[in-house]
């Protein structure tokens, strides 16, 4: 019988070997072999020599009950189950973390490398789903940095939140139609400090990459009901901005079918929104490879910036190469577009339309092109606004970056007026708060310097004046106090007022024709990097819309504002086209 054969081969070995007997063994034989640390052999040994009390003794099982007990008396033991015997008695021995067969597997380990977080309840897992379907982004980030198991199981694999048909948390975020949630998950799952957070130093250090795995487990994991991805998801209920984000990640698989051997541009807007062609076009172009027309400039514009190749999230820039030559970053880019649309851009961006000269100006063809003029004059931004109007022209979605934002933003939308605005509305706080201070401090100042010369007028005199004048001088420091007091409830009132985001005498809406604005009363002016306009405050006015609205944006309105009246006061410190014209033109 087999068990005979192991003792044999176990005292032929000279070690003794625990073993259960089972009648009928199956074909495949596992043997369950517990290894007990040596120093917790010394803490139960009772008093008994350990080399003599546990000399020699391999606790191998075929039945999994009884490795189990011995597991339960001694609680620092480790259980490993092995087809191969000889493995089997290596790792009863020495309790060595990786077996040399391939085909060995864990059942159970005590005291094994476990997370350092505990697994969430349904009822936990539950409410966390709730709060993806309502889009609360701030408390979701708050949950998933407390404890990583929200987002990533014990396996190692997407946690699952909706357990019939296998959701994760990104299937909800796409179901329900929340961009902003579905790029919060896949950051996260991508942040290399978040796996550290999760894993730990040392096992984090086991993984190939593991931000890269995790993103494309949550972006292609099908479901178990029609083997849909997250991007199926986003599809056929036609959220456009879902789709934008899911397939930004270069990991998102555009063409895995479903159940029915679908893929996702087979059933765009299938749900919902059928009726509607331009969203379906659109849904369809970002399906396609998507491709940027990106700005490069190098750091501190030490070579003129160029136009880049088009590129795409599959096939990224290849930048940098040489560690000689200046660093090249992108600065603005043009997209998503087609590859064919990305191309035109371009060309269309490179090379301008050339003008037919004017009677007089000679051979210089060209020079007269908006385009041309425009990066003449702004060797710092020029490029940016030709692209920017360009974009415009063919409708087709336009970012830069502004250091002061550390963001690629665009002014002519919401979403890059609205960071304008909070970055506005905090400089006017800390100015504000600057103002209070300083003048306080100044009051003080001159409080104190009033006390001391009263001081110094009552050291003059006599006895007799004294006792005659201290009511009067009493009287004379609570007027003091009083006037401070009032000085400082003025002060508080002026600074109240700076609340205030339009001067009190400037037009409800300005016209972009600053020969049309009413002058207003100058009071406090804020710009970008100081009290006066620089090239920066220049290039942003540019930047933006045509139109503000003072109601949504009053910072930006009370800025662009002060913006016209320094450009009306000083037109040649920001209008040099006219100075460029003449050095162009030949007479």
Same mark, same amino acid.
């Given at each position: 019988?087999?068990?005979?054969?192991?003792?044999?081969?176990?005292?032929?070995?000279?070690?003794?070997?625990?073993?259960?007997?089972?009648?009928?063994?199956?074909?495949?034989?596992?043997?369950?072999?517990?290894?007990?640390?040596?120093?917790?052999?010394?803490?139960?040994?009772?008093? *008994?020599?350990? *080399?003599?009390?546990?000399?020699?003794?391999?606790?191998?099982?075929?039945?999994?009950?009884?490795?189990?007990?011995?597991?339960?008396?001694?609680?620092?033991?480790?259980?490993?189950?092995?087809?191969?015997?000889?493995?089997?008695?290596?790792?009863?021995?020495?309790?060595?973390?990786?077996?040399?067969?391939?085909?060995?597997?864990?059942?159970?380990?005590?005291?094994?490398?476990?997370?350092?977080?505990?697994?969430?309840?349904?009822?936990?897992?539950?409410?966390?789903?709730?709060?993806?379907?309502?889009?609360?982004?701030?408390?979701?980030?708050?949950?998933?940095?407390?404890?990583?198991?929200?987002?990533?199981?014990?396996?190692?694999?997407?946690?699952?939140?909706?357990?019939?048909?296998?959701?994760?948390?990104?299937?909800?975020?796409?179901?329900?139609?929340?961009?902003?949630?579905?790029?919060?998950?896949?950051?996260?799952?991508?942040?290399?400090?978040?796996?550290?957070?999760?894993?730990?130093?040392?096992?984090?250090?086991?993984?190939?990459?593991?931000?890269?795995?995790?993103q494309d487990l949550y972006l292609n994991t099908p479901d178990k009901g029609l083997n849909e991805t997250p991007l199926h998801f986003a599809?056929?209920?036609?959220?456009?901005?879902?789709?934008?984000?899911?397939?930004?990640?270069?990991?998102?698989?555009?063409?895995?079918?479903?159940?029915?051997?679908?893929?996702?541009?087979?059933?765009?807007?299938?749900?919902?929104?059928?009726?509607?062609?331009?969203? *379906?076009?659109?849904?369809?172009?970002?399906?396609?490879?998507?491709?940027?027309?990106?700005?490069?400039?190098?750091?501190?514009?030490?070579?003129?910036?160029?136009?880049?190749?088009?590129?795409?999230?599959?096939?990224?820039?290849?930048?940098?190469?040489?560690?000689?030559?200046?660093?090249?970053?992108?600065?603005?880019?043009?997209?998503?577009?087609?590859?064919?649309?990305?191309?035109?851009?371009?060309?269309?961006?490179?090379?301008?339309?050339?003008?037919?000269?004017?009677?007089?100006?000679?051979?210089?063809?060209?020079?007269?092109?908006?385009?041309?003029?425009?990066?003449?004059?702004?060797?710092?931004?020029?490029?940016?606004?030709?692209?920017?109007?360009?974009?415009?022209?063919?409708?087709?979605?336009?970012?830069?970056?502004?250091?002061?934002?550390?963001?690629?933003?665009?002014?002519?939308?919401?979403?890059?007026?609205?960071?304008?605005?909070?970055?506005?509305?905090?400089?006017?706080?800390?100015?504000?708060?600057?103002?209070?201070?300083?003048?306080?401090?100044?009051?003080?100042?001159?409080?104190?310097?009033?006390?001391?010369?009263?001081?110094?007028?009552?050291?003059?005199?006599?006895?007799?004046?004294?006792?005659?004048?201290?009511?009067?001088?009493?009287?004379?420091?609570?007027?003091?106090?009083?006037?401070?007091?009032?000085?400082?409830?003025?002060?508080?009132?002026?600074?109240?007022?700076?609340?205030?985001?339009?001067?009190?005498?400037?037009?409800?809406?300005?016209?972009?024709?600053?020969?049309?604005?009413?002058?207003?009363?100058?009071?406090?002016?804020?710009?970008?990097?100081?009290?006066?306009?620089?090239?920066?405050?220049?290039?942003?006015?540019?930047?933006?819309?045509?139109?503000?609205?003072?109601?949504?944006?009053?910072?930006?309105?009370?800025?662009?504002?002060?913006?016209?009246?320094?450009?009306?006061?000083?037109?040649?410190?920001?209008?040099?086209?006219?100075?460029?014209?003449?050095?162009?033109?030949?007479?």
């Amino acid at each position: 019988m087999l068990n005979e054969n192991i003792e044999k081969t176990a005292m032929s070995e000279g070690e003794n070997v625990l073993c259960n007997t089972h009648p009928n063994l199956p074909v495949e034989t596992l043997y369950h072999a517990v290894y007990l640390p040596l120093e917790y052999m010394e803490e139960n040994a009772d008093g *008994k020599d350990v *080399k003599q009390f546990f000399n020699g003794i391999l606790h191998i099982y075929l039945e999994m009950q009884d490795a189990l007990k011995v597991i339960n008396t001694y609680k620092k033991g480790r259980l490993k189950s092995f087809k191969n015997y000889s493995d089997a008695v290596a790792y009863a021995k020495t309790g060595y973390k990786e077996s040399t067969n391939n085909y060995s597997m864990t059942v159970a380990t005590v005291k094994e490398q476990s997370s350092n977080f505990e697994a969430p309840s349904p009822q936990d897992l539950t409410a966390f789903k709730r709060l993806i379907q309502d889009g609360d982004l701030e408390t979701v980030k708050n949950i998933v940095w407390e404890n990583p198991r929200y987002l990533i199981s014990s396996g190692d694999t997407p946690a699952i939140l909706q357990m019939g048909s296998r959701y994760n948390a990104l299937h909800i975020a796409a179901k329900e139609g929340h961009p902003e949630m579905c790029e919060l998950i896949l950051n996260t799952v991508g942040d290399p400090k978040f796996m550290l957070w999760h894993y730990g130093e040392d096992k984090c250090k086991t993984y190939v990459n593991p931000t890269q795995i995790m993103q494309d487990l949550y972006l292609n994991t099908p479901d178990k009901g029609l083997n849909e991805t997250p991007l199926h998801f986003a599809v056929k209920h036609g959220f456009k901005d879902v789709v934008r984000v899911l397939v930004s990640y270069s990991q998102c698989i555009k063409t895995l079918p479903n159940k029915h051997q679908q893929l996702p541009k087979d059933i765009i807007c299938a749900r919902r929104c059928q009726e509607n062609k331009a969203l *379906k076009r659109e849904i369809l172009m970002l399906l396609e490879d998507q491709f940027y027309v990106p700005v490069l400039r190098t750091e501190g514009n030490a070579c003129p910036p160029i136009i880049g190749e088009p590129f795409s999230p599959t096939s990224p820039l290849n930048l940098n190469n040489d560690p000689i030559s200046p660093r090249v970053e992108v600065r603005a880019f043009a997209g998503p577009m087609s590859k064919t649309q990305a191309v035109e851009f371009r060309k269309k961006w490179k090379t301008p339309p050339r003008v037919t000269p004017k009677k007089g100006q000679g051979d210089s063809h060209g020079i007269n092109s908006p385009n041309v003029a425009l990066r003449l004059q702004d060797t710092e931004k020029g490029l940016e606004r030709v692209g920017r109007d360009l974009a415009k022209e063919c409708e087709v979605p336009w970012k830069e970056y502004w250091p002061f934002l550390k963001d690629f933003v665009d002014f002519r939308n919401d979403d890059g007026l609205t960071k304008l605005e909070k970055y506005f509305e905090q400089k006017f706080k800390d100015y504000k708060e600057q103002l209070f201070y300083s003048t306080r401090n100044l009051n003080n100042n001159a409080y104190a310097s009033t006390s001391c010369e009263v001081e110094s007028v009552s050291c003059q005199q006599t006895p007799k004046e004294m006792d005659a004048i201290n009511d009067i001088q009493y009287l004379c420091d609570k007027l003091c106090l009083h006037s401070l007091s009032s000085e400082l409830d003025n002060i508080e009132e002026d600074t109240d007022s700076l609340e205030f985001f339009t001067p009190p005498s400037s037009p409800e809406l300005i016209q972009d024709n600053i020969d049309d604005m009413q002058t207003a009363e100058e009071g406090s002016q804020i710009f970008l990097e100081g009290f006066s306009p620089t090239k920066l405050d220049y290039a942003v006015y540019n930047a933006l819309s045509s139109a503000i609205c003072p109601d949504a944006y009053p910072c930006i309105y009370r800025w662009r504002h002060d913006m016209q009246l320094a450009m009306k006061r000083d037109p040649c410190r920001f209008d040099k086209t006219s100075l460029r014209r003449k050095l162009f033109t030949v007479n």
